[in-house]
């Protein structure tokens, strides 16, 4: 989702696997006449909001600049992540996509898999074979295909080799610049710092603003880095670390 409130002369950047749900579903909570809460659950909404407004749940500064020639009076803000967190982020979110569309499988099929582990197999092998159809059209899309890559992952060493490239060079910056500054969002926050994130919006907009935040990722889905991955990465992203204030030994 994303945020535009012109209630409050506000607009929030969602950028993907930051978080940005728990705050945009607290606004939804709150809102008045005049707030759009964006949204992609459901080909339906999605098709409805792009006909509507022109934006969708995961839009970009430079993209809200062009449907909103007023933006430049409302307050911009923003929630980043440590970088390969965020890598993280969707090397899980992939594998709930493959359980996901097995159990969806093995409920509607159950004479063709035996287990739900061979209707995860028969997922991963439509993927592989470029049959996506029965998935959200962001698996393919979002970063590059990166859900798509971890869908069809082995294992974490397994995904990032396959996704070790320039998509995550400037994966923050995409969305907070609008081009003629490193980071244009007025207001930049850190998931790794929940207070300061309520704080902030319990201070200018909501004085009850809470975060529940939700993580759909498995918790024994663990990914541990290798020490020379790790350094090609910290390579890859030395930027994004340095300019959102990230220590690239983490």
């Known amino acids: 989702m994303a945020i535009v409130s012109y209630s409050k002369k506000f607009v929030f950047i969602h950028i993907p696997k930051c978080g940005g749900t728990s705050i945009e579903t607290e606004w939804e909570r709150h809102k008045v006449a005049g707030d759009i809460v964006l949204r992609s659950d459901g080909i339906d909404r999605h098709e409805r909001q792009m006909r509507t407004h022109g934006l969708s ?29 965020i890598v993280e982020s ?32 028969y997922v991963r092998d439509k993927v592989a074979s470029g049959d996506t159809s029965s998935l959200p059209s962001f698996v393919s899309t979002l970063n590059a295909g990166a859900i798509k890559e971890a869908m069809l992952s082995t294992s974490f060493d397994d995904y990032l080799e396959r996704v070790c490239d320039q998509r995550w060079q400037r994966y923050l910056r995409a969305y907070t610049s609008n081009g003629t500054a ?30 529940q935040h939700s993580n759909r990722s498995s918790p024994h889905d663990e990914c541990v880095w290798s020490e020379p991955m790790r350094r090609r990465y910290n390579e890859l992203t030395e930027a994004e670390h340095r300019i959102f204030g990230y220590d690239i030994t983490d």
């Open 90 to 121: 969707y090397y899980k979110y992939g594998l709930t996509q493959v359980l996901w569309a097995a159990t969806i499988a093995f409920q509607h099929f159950p004479e063709r898999h035996q287990s739900l582990g061979e209707s995860a197999r």
């Open 57 to 85: 749940q995961h839009a970009r500064l430079e993209q809200m600049a062009q449907k909103m020639p007023s933006l430049g009076t409302f307050e911009t803000c923003t929630v980043v992540r440590s970088p390969l967190r």
């Open 182 to 211: 490193d980071v244009a969002v007025r207001t930049v926050l850190k998931l790794e710092e929940p207070i300061t994130i309520r704080k902030y919006f319990r201070v200018h907009y909501f004085r009850d603003f809470t975060l």
